[in-house]
Nanobody, 116 residues
Framework: QLQLVESGGGAVQAWGSLRLSCAGTGRTFSTYAWFRQAPGKEREFVARISPNVGDTYYADSVKGRFTISRDNAKNTVYLQMNSLKPEDTAVYYC???????????WGQGTQVTVSS
């Protein structure tokens, strides 16, 4: 059974940076992703990383500002968030699975708050 634990959230001013971590315990999966959910809104995709190091995908809203990466030796996935905007405020969730459409495991979420 895989468990995912997110960390690194917090409060930051606009244009600041944060790095989220998602540590997996137990088995590993090929695909990891970050999603977020703002108050009153549906959960939305942020970024995804697959087996090949260069195989990453981003939502248009974060492209050029966020970077997803993984350390397979540590079974950890990161989300480097730069140039943060107030609209990035949300609870960020890490997810993992055998394919992008099969993300069976989810973390508990970490809050990111960006003030203007």
């Amino acid at each position: 059974q895989l468990q995912l634990v997110e960390s690194g959230g917090g409060a930051v001013q606009a244009w600041g940076s944060l790095r989220l971590s998602c540590a997996g315990t137990g088995r590993t999966f090929s695909t990891y992703a970050w999603f977020r959910q703002a108050p009153g809104k549906e959960r939305e995709f942020v970024a995804r990383i697959s087996p090949n190091v260069g195989d990453t995908y981003y939502a248009d809203s974060v492209k050029g500002r966020f970077t997803i990466s993984r350390d397979n030796a540590k079974n950890t996935v990161y989300l480097q968030m730069n140039s943060l905007k107030p609209e990035d405020t949300a609870v960020y969730y890490c997810a993992a699975g055998i394919a992008p459409s099969l993300l069976q495991y989810w973390g508990q979420g970490t809050q990111v708050t960006v003030s203007s």
